[in-house]
């Protein structure tokens, strides 16, 4: 069984930085595509950023291109989200997401295991 657990979040200023990091438990962490969703209050959940087995395919949301990196460590089976630079609107839950196969990174309903959430607020 997948389990995922978050970390990281809190409030910070407007241009300030923040460290997700996300714990998987399970076996063959390498063989899983990994995700950080975000959701705010009254919108949908969304694809942050994306990245695959061999930690070098990543796909991210336009709006945080530049500002945003996502890395993993397969041997500490964890998955990170370096957020520079950020904004009010990058406030929300971001959430910690894991499949074997996914044809669309973007779809939320294709990953099968999810953390809980950890919430990011971005002060203006």
């Known amino acids: 069984q997948v389990q995922l657990i978050e970390s990281g979040g809190g409030l910070v200023p407007a241009g300030g930085s923040l460290r997700l990091s996300c714990v998987f438990s399970g076996r063959t962490f390498s063989t899983y595509i990994m995700g950080w969703f975000r959701q705010a209050p009254g919108k949908e959940r969304e694809l942050v950023a994306g990245?695959?087995?061999?930690?070098?395919?990543?796909i991210y949301a336009d709006s945080v291109k530049g500002r945003f990196t996502i890395s993993r460590d397969n041997s500490k089976k964890t998955v990170y989200l370096q957020m520079n630079n950020l904004k009010p609107e990058d406030s929300g839950v971001y959430y910690c997401a894991a499949d074997r196969s996914i044809a669309t990174m973007q779809d939320a309903d294709e990953y099968d295991y999810w953390g809980q959430g950890t919430q990011v607020t971005v002060s203006s």
């Open positions: 990245v695959k087995w061999n930690g070098i395919s990543t």
